[in-house]
């Protein structure tokens, strides 16, 4: 199937793909595969009942990559989608997913990826997954993604989350359970602007002895737009944990942060760090003395703070 | 040349005005080292401050190379070649300090060319450049940056605000240094604000502001003996001296 001008660019947005990946990938296009490949160590295969795929990644595969792109041209097209990650024992693997809605019309478009991934013993992986909305038609563009994790012992998992430009409503779910000796950190970014709302819900279980978590989220919020962060973290044994949320708020935008950190267990170090605040005045008269203006001294704040 | 004429600046307080500068006439000429001290709440970061364009005079006018600059905004003032660096400098959250030398430059220099600001200023640019301009430097580090953002933008006219405070004894002879090559390399004129007598003994000229007010200006030579002697007798005029 080959894609489009406009499924092109929103693969870029994405994927930072100007043409078929090497290596492992599935391309999902308006609803429909748009290509697949499986190598010899990373097997990609529908599942049976069609609501989606399994990724098995045998074990011991070091160094290599799979792209999971979705995009979505079609106004109105709603979709939901599970993908399964089957990460084996001692992997040492980056998965990159994504979703760029185009919506020219009216109608709302909707993508609902529900992600898992069992991570095996001693496995590493790292997953990057970027949101992108265009188009100037009315109908919203949705997503509502949800990551399910399990990391086996000594797993460590790193997620990279951005979505900066174009997606109307989002509530995101990640869920981990970690066991022993395991590690996830989480590293999201977050920009909504006009009337955009996004709701991001971390929930992670520490259970195994040594095992830690470290959950950073940045965002901004412009215009009426809304953000509500959340991040739960449970010690269910020796553990450490750590969320933090930072945010920029410009504009008339609202932003909620609610962490919760409960401790089951004694040996349990838990800490959360919260921050809600304008730019700081100082912060844009040092970029003016530099000579930008104003709105460029914001630009380059806004800019760093999620990069 | 810069030319401050009859600037003050008021404040609104509780019951009434309180005036910060009080007609403040002040000739800074081309390629001039010009260092500004006096007490504490006398004015003086005001002044760097209005001269930056960051306060605007209540009254009087600023005039650089014949150009009426009052009513300019900081960034005009910053186009047309006025430089300041903050006593107290400002971090930021995911800005590194690559980007902020390359937006003190203007372009996209290499970063080879970002690092010879930071050597310039005493910092191992290789620990540096990377490095987020946040909360994890020392208030000795982000003001050595501070200071290499100005020397990066190397305009006629620089403002700094106390550079001293923060550095350590070990590294203020090179602080003298990057002031001195400054001063021959860029050609423009330099204004310092300092209580250092190693920074008043390598000015051209003193200025001393206190009350708001200039109570004294001239040539290094003319002031300096006063005001050591002022300040305390024979004690700093020896210090003075061993130094």
Same mark, same amino acid.
């Given at each position: 199937m080959e894609l489009d001008a406009i499924q092109q660019q929103l693969l870029e947005a994405v994927? %930072?793909?100007?043409r078929i990946p090497t290596g492992a990938y599935n391309i999902r296009a308006n609803g429909k595969s748009a290509g697949r490949n499986s190598t010899e160590h990373i097997d990609i295969v529908p599942k049976e009942d069609g609501s989606g795929i399994d990724i098995i990644i045998k074990p011991g595969t070091k160094n290599e990559s799979v792209h999971m792109p979705v995009v979505l041209s079609q106004t109105g097209l709603t979709e939901v989608v599970y993908n399964d990650f089957h990460i084996g024992d001692d992997c040492d693997v980056t998965i990159i997913a994504g979703c760029g809605i185009h919506n020219g019309g009216d109608a709302s478009s909707r993508h609902d990826g529900i992600h898992r991934f069992f991570v095996g013993k001693n496995a590493k992986i790292k997953y990057v997954e970027k949101h992108y909305g265009s188009g100037d038609g009315k109908g919203e563009r949705i997503m509502n993604p949800q990551t399910i994790v399990e990391i086996d012992e000594g797993g460590y998992m790193e997620m990279d989350t951005v979505q900066i430009k174009g997606v109307d409503s989002t509530d995101r779910k990640t869920e981990a359970v970690l066991k022993a000796g395991a590690k996830l950190v989480v590293m999201e970014r977050l920009m909504t602007h006009g009337t955009q709302s996004a709701v991001s819900e971390f929930k992670v279980d520490?259970? %195994?002895?040594d095992s830690g978590a470290n959950i950073v989220s940045r965002s901004v919020a412009r215009d009426e737009s809304s953000q509500v962060f959340i991040s739960k973290i449970n010690g269910n044994n020796k553990c450490s944990g750590h969320s933090e949320c930072d945010a920029i708020i410009m504009g008339n935008a609202k932003i909620s942060a609610i962490p919760e950190i409960t401790a089951n267990n004694p040996d349990s170090a838990l800490i959360h760090e919260a921050a809600i605040g304008k730019i700081a005045g100082d912060q844009i008269i040092k970029l003016m003395t530099l000579g930008l203006t104003e709105a460029e001294a914001e630009e380059q704040i806004v800019n760093g703070f999620l990069k | 040349m810069l030319e401050l004429k009859n600037i003050s600046f008021e404040v609104s307080g509780e019951t009434d005005e309180k005036e910060i500068l009080k007609d403040i006439n002040l000739v800074i000429e081309d390629n001039q080292f010009i260092v500004i001290t006096g007490? *504490? +709440? +006398?004015?003086k970061s005001t002044l760097a401050r209005v001269i930056a364009g960051i306060e605007r005079p209540t009254s009087g006018q600023l005039i650089l190379d014949g150009e009426d600059?009052?009513?300019? *905004?900081v960034t005009e003032r910053a186009k047309k070649g006025i430089s300041f660096a903050f006593q107290q400098p400002v971090r930021f959250k995911g800005v590194t300090v690559l980007d902020l030398i390359r937006l003190s430059v203007g372009e996209k220099i290499s970063v080879a060319g970002a690092c010879e600001y930071l050597s310039e200023v005493g910092l191992c640019a290789k620990d540096y450049i990377n490095r987020e301009v946040n909360a994890s430097l020392s208030g000795g580090e982000l003001k050595r940056i501070e200071i290499a953002t100005v020397l990066a933008r190397g305009t006629k006219m620089s403002v700094f605000d106390e550079?001293?405070? +923060?550095?350590d004894l070990w590294s203020f002879g090179n602080l003298i240094k990057v002031f001195e090559k400054m001063h021959d390399s860029i050609h423009g004129s330099i204004m310092i604000i300092s209580h250092q007598e190693r920074i008043l003994n390598i000015a051209d000229k003193i200025v001393v502001i206190a009350k708001g007010h200039v109570t004294a200006q001239g040539k290094k030579d003319e002031i300096l003996p006063e005001l050591l002697g002022n300040a305390g007798g024979a004690a700093s005029c020896k210090y003075y001296q061993n130094s």
């Amino acid at each position: 199937m080959e894609l489009d001008a406009i499924q092109q660019q929103l693969l870029e947005a994405v994927a %930072g793909l100007h043409r078929i990946p090497t290596g492992a990938y599935n391309i999902r296009a308006n609803g429909k595969s748009a290509g697949r490949n499986s190598t010899e160590h990373i097997d990609i295969v529908p599942k049976e009942d069609g609501s989606g795929i399994d990724i098995i990644i045998k074990p011991g595969t070091k160094n290599e990559s799979v792209h999971m792109p979705v995009v979505l041209s079609q106004t109105g097209l709603t979709e939901v989608v599970y993908n399964d990650f089957h990460i084996g024992d001692d992997c040492d693997v980056t998965i990159i997913a994504g979703c760029g809605i185009h919506n020219g019309g009216d109608a709302s478009s909707r993508h609902d990826g529900i992600h898992r991934f069992f991570v095996g013993k001693n496995a590493k992986i790292k997953y990057v997954e970027k949101h992108y909305g265009s188009g100037d038609g009315k109908g919203e563009r949705i997503m509502n993604p949800q990551t399910i994790v399990e990391i086996d012992e000594g797993g460590y998992m790193e997620m990279d989350t951005v979505q900066i430009k174009g997606v109307d409503s989002t509530d995101r779910k990640t869920e981990a359970v970690l066991k022993a000796g395991a590690k996830l950190v989480v590293m999201e970014r977050l920009m909504t602007h006009g009337t955009q709302s996004a709701v991001s819900e971390f929930k992670v279980d520490l259970e %195994g002895e040594d095992s830690g978590a470290n959950i950073v989220s940045r965002s901004v919020a412009r215009d009426e737009s809304s953000q509500v962060f959340i991040s739960k973290i449970n010690g269910n044994n020796k553990c450490s944990g750590h969320s933090e949320c930072d945010a920029i708020i410009m504009g008339n935008a609202k932003i909620s942060a609610i962490p919760e950190i409960t401790a089951n267990n004694p040996d349990s170090a838990l800490i959360h760090e919260a921050a809600i605040g304008k730019i700081a005045g100082d912060q844009i008269i040092k970029l003016m003395t530099l000579g930008l203006t104003e709105a460029e001294a914001e630009e380059q704040i806004v800019n760093g703070f999620l990069k | 040349m810069l030319e401050l004429k009859n600037i003050s600046f008021e404040v609104s307080g509780e019951t009434d005005e309180k005036e910060i500068l009080k007609d403040i006439n002040l000739v800074i000429e081309d390629n001039q080292f010009i260092v500004i001290t006096g007490p *504490n +709440g +006398g004015g003086k970061s005001t002044l760097a401050r209005v001269i930056a364009g960051i306060e605007r005079p209540t009254s009087g006018q600023l005039i650089l190379d014949g150009e009426d600059i009052t009513e300019l *905004n900081v960034t005009e003032r910053a186009k047309k070649g006025i430089s300041f660096a903050f006593q107290q400098p400002v971090r930021f959250k995911g800005v590194t300090v690559l980007d902020l030398i390359r937006l003190s430059v203007g372009e996209k220099i290499s970063v080879a060319g970002a690092c010879e600001y930071l050597s310039e200023v005493g910092l191992c640019a290789k620990d540096y450049i990377n490095r987020e301009v946040n909360a994890s430097l020392s208030g000795g580090e982000l003001k050595r940056i501070e200071i290499a953002t100005v020397l990066a933008r190397g305009t006629k006219m620089s403002v700094f605000d106390e550079p001293e405070a +923060g550095i350590d004894l070990w590294s203020f002879g090179n602080l003298i240094k990057v002031f001195e090559k400054m001063h021959d390399s860029i050609h423009g004129s330099i204004m310092i604000i300092s209580h250092q007598e190693r920074i008043l003994n390598i000015a051209d000229k003193i200025v001393v502001i206190a009350k708001g007010h200039v109570t004294a200006q001239g040539k290094k030579d003319e002031i300096l003996p006063e005001l050591l002697g002022n300040a305390g007798g024979a004690a700093s005029c020896k210090y003075y001296q061993n130094s």
